[in-house]
């Protein structure tokens, strides 16, 4: 097992580095924006940790070795002399997976068999499609980084949304965008077009105290130093607070009210959540003092023709200043007109962020 420090990586969603930096110092790590995502140095247990309680991150890596590499057999020779029984189990099966940019070592599967084999023949692990351990080897300019992804399936599954309504915005996203509106926990937050429910579940979860990854299986449960006990109760000691605000989301369609109340269920936020089938002429803002105001519409790349949102954007706009005075407004679009279609002066927050092939800014107030 390895005992020394390591560096462990956060990837992040492309634009959202910065908040996710932010986010990981705030839950104590030592953390620095780097390319692609967020980097500090660690041990098993702060990988486990991270994993469990970070909820802006895609997943996380633990970086195993860095070198160059000219060619094939370079690579075969450094990977043989690698660790691998330091981090990998021999009874554990093991995929490789390869990615080369502006390198000699150009060819990518080819890249991959080499550590394979190496992996295979050094350690006597499986290597298999389907296995439970993936090993990322990443070539750029003849540097060779050879991490394990300890999460598995992504960490935006937090392993209670079943149902999702159209186009849906990923948990780790609107986490982001959450913090960068400023909620804190303490803050009522309103989405009037909700879908399935995941920035009110969200807010409503981080209010809670609740750890994003409580319920799920990570990669890292197979790899060698896993200490079951010591994972058992890092997961149990979930401080759950009382939150001294509600969460609010509604939609037209009556199936996502449906889909978001089912998964506030699963996620066991329902006391503090409220759901209602409503359309945005007829929005009132809740009881209490004003909030945030987060809503993800339509957008017109999607639709193909963006004139008739306009006419949305515009309500949105009219609904938010005639009966949300007061409240701090977070409109996520791709398309500068539709946030100036709503006539509330919108700040774009830089930079746009990587949403489904799509650049999506978060526009403030």
Same mark, same amino acid.
């Given at each position: 097992?390895?005992?020394? &420090?390591? %560096?462990?990586?956060?990837?992040?969603?492309?634009?959202? @580095?910065?908040?996710?930096?932010?986010?990981?110092?705030?839950?104590?790590?030592?953390?620095?924006?780097?390319?692609?995502?967020?980097?500090?140095?660690?041990?098993?247990?702060?990988?486990?940790?991270?994993?469990? %309680?970070? !909820?802006?991150?895609? #997943?996380?890596?633990? !970086?195993?070795?860095?070198?160059?590499?000219?060619?094939?057999?370079?690579?075969?020779? +450094? *990977?043989?002399?690698?660790?691998?029984?330091?981090? $990998?189990?021999?009874?554990?099966?093991?995929?490789?997976?390869?990615?080369?940019?502006?390198? =000699?070592?150009?060819?990518?599967? *080819?890249?991959?068999? +080499?550590?394979?084999?190496?992996?295979? %023949? @050094?350690?006597?692990?499986?290597?298999?499609?389907?296995?439970?351990?993936?090993?990322?080897?990443?070539?750029?300019?003849?540097?060779?980084?050879?991490?394990?992804?300890?999460?598995?399936?992504? $960490?935006?599954?937090?392993?209670?949304?079943?149902?999702?309504?159209?186009? &849906?915005?990923? @948990?780790?996203?609107?986490?982001?965008?959450?913090?960068?509106?400023?909620?804190?926990?303490?803050?009522?937050?309103?989405?009037?077009?909700?879908?399935?429910?995941?920035?009110?579940?969200?807010? *409503?979860?981080?209010?809670? /105290? $609740?750890?994003?990854?409580?319920?799920?299986?990570?990669?890292?449960?197979?790899?060698?130093?896993?200490?079951?006990?010591?994972?058992?109760?890092?997961?149990?000691?979930?401080?759950?607070?009382?939150?001294?605000?509600?969460?609010? /989301?509604?939609?037209?369609?009556?199936?996502?009210?449906?889909?978001?109340?089912?998964?506030?269920?699963? *996620?066991?936020?329902?006391?503090?959540? #409220?759901?209602?089938?409503?359309?945005? %002429?007829?929005?009132?803002?809740?009881?209490?003092?004003?909030?945030?105001?987060?809503?993800?519409?339509?957008?017109?790349?999607?639709?193909?023709?963006?004139?008739?949102?306009?006419?949305?954007?515009?309500?949105?706009?009219?609904?938010?200043?005639?009966?949300? &005075?007061?409240?701090?407004?977070?409109?996520?679009?791709?398309?500068?007109?539709?946030?100036?279609?709503?006539?509330?002066? $919108?700040?774009?927050?830089?930079?746009?962020?990587?949403?489904?092939?799509? =650049?999506?800014?978060?526009?403030?107030?």
């Amino acid at each position: 097992m390895t005992t020394q &420090p390591f %560096e462990i990586y956060l990837v992040a969603t492309p634009g959202l @580095e910065t908040p996710l930096c932010d986010e990981a110092r705030a839950a104590g790590f030592d953390a620095t924006v780097v390319e692609g995502g967020v980097a500090f140095t660690g041990l098993w247990p702060d990988v486990w940790r991270a994993n469990l %309680e970070l !909820r802006g991150a895609t #997943r996380v890596l633990a !970086r195993m070795a860095s070198f160059r590499a000219m060619h094939l057999a370079q690579l075969d020779k +450094r *990977a043989r002399k690698l660790d691998w029984a330091g981090m $990998l189990r021999p009874d554990v099966s093991v995929k490789v997976e390869a990615s080369c940019q502006r390198s =000699r070592i150009y060819h990518a599967g *080819a890249a991959s068999q +080499r550590v394979a084999k190496a992996i295979a %023949e @050094e350690l006597g692990a499986p290597i298999a499609d389907d296995a439970q351990v993936r090993v990322m080897v990443r070539i750029e300019d003849d540097l060779v980084t050879i991490s394990v992804d300890t999460t598995g399936e992504s $960490l935006h599954k937090r392993g209670f949304k079943e149902g999702v309504a159209k186009a &849906p915005m990923r @948990e780790t996203m609107a986490a982001m965008f959450l913090r960068q509106c400023g909620f804190d926990g303490s803050q009522t937050v309103l989405d009037p077009m909700c879908g399935s429910g995941t920035f009110v579940i969200e807010a *409503a979860e981080i209010a809670l /105290g $609740l750890k994003p990854g409580r319920e799920r299986s990570f990669a890292f449960e197979h790899l060698v130093g896993f200490d079951a006990k010591t994972w058992d109760k890092l997961r149990s000691a979930a401080a759950a607070k009382t939150p001294g605000a509600r969460f609010y /989301g509604s939609d037209r369609d009556a199936g996502a009210i449906r889909l978001a109340n089912e998964n506030a269920e699963r *996620a066991g936020v329902s006391d503090w959540v #409220r759901f209602e089938q409503r359309t945005i %002429e007829t929005l009132e803002p809740p009881p209490g003092p004003p909030g945030i105001f987060v809503v993800n519409p339509p957008y017109g790349t999607r639709i193909g023709n963006k004139a008739p949102l306009m006419g949305l954007y515009r309500t949105l706009g009219n609904v938010i200043r005639a009966r949300f &005075p007061g409240w701090r407004v977070g409109i996520i679009t791709t398309d500068k007109d539709l946030a100036r279609a709503t006539g509330l002066g $919108l700040k774009l927050t830089e930079p746009t962020v990587l949403h489904g092939g799509l =650049r999506v800014g978060l526009w403030q107030l």
